[in-house]
Structure formats: C-alpha cells, structure tokens
C-alpha cells in the first residue's frame, strides 16, 4: 500500500475518533439510544472497514521500516479499540470513564502514527 494512502487513512482514523465522540455525548446529552440499522450499523462498517485497511497497511509497513516508539501490537489494539468506539458511540448506559480511555488512547496513538509517518515521508 502506498504511503500516502496510509496517511490518509490515519487522518480518516483520526475523525471518525472525533466523530465517535461527538456521537457519544450527543447520545448521553439525550438519554437514548440511536437506531441499530439505519445509523449504528452503517457508521461501525464504515470504521470498522477504514481500520482494517489501516492495520494491515500499517503492519507491512513496519515490516519494512522501523517506526519510533511504535508496535505492529499498537496498531492491532488501536484498530479494535476504534472499532469499538463506533459501536458504543451510539449507546448512552456505555461506561463514560472505560469510552473516553478507548478515545483518549486510540487519538494518541493516531496522532502518534502520524507524526511518524510524517517523519518517515520527510
């Protein structure tokens, strides 16, 4: 896979992080659950195909290039996690503490990865 497409890839990570949470406090906000079907379904396959590509590109580029400070073991725990995220997202009685720790560490090490693969590209 192309580098470029990989850097693209984890800025779409990135958003759909931030378009997790955003759900989520919406979701808190109004108390209710959103529709299975027509929003969480379509929303979790979009992520869930985004960080599969992600991973697997990302994993053979660690094959080929050493990363600082980051594990093929990260980019496995970070592509579940965010998978995750997009599903509980849309479900208000999700544990506040255990979503915004899946957020907080799928965001740092996305924006880890991005600056590595900007450092690399560089």
Not at 13 to 21: D, F, G, Q, R, V
Not at 40 to 60: I, L, N, S
Not at 110 to 119: F, G, P, Q, S, Y
């Amino acid at each position: 896979m192309e580098k470029e497409k990989l850097q693209r890839l984890t800025e779409e990570l990135i958003t759909y992080t931030a378009k997790a949470n955003d759900i989520y406090e919406d979701v808190r906000e109004e108390g209710k659950e959103k529709d299975f079907y027509a929003e969480v379904k379509p929303f979790a396959d979009q992520v869930r195909e985004a960080c599969d590509e992600w991973e697997a590109g990302m994993k053979q580029w660690m094959r080929e290039t050493e990363f600082k400070h980051l594990f093929p073991e990260q980019i496995e725990q970070t592509a579940h996690n965010l998978s995750d995220v997009a599903v509980q997202a849309f479900f208000p009685k999700t544990s506040y503490k255990r979503f915004k720790s899946h957020v907080q560490s799928v965001d740092f090490i996305l924006h880890n990865v991005k600056a590595e693969i900007a450092r690399i590209l560089s």
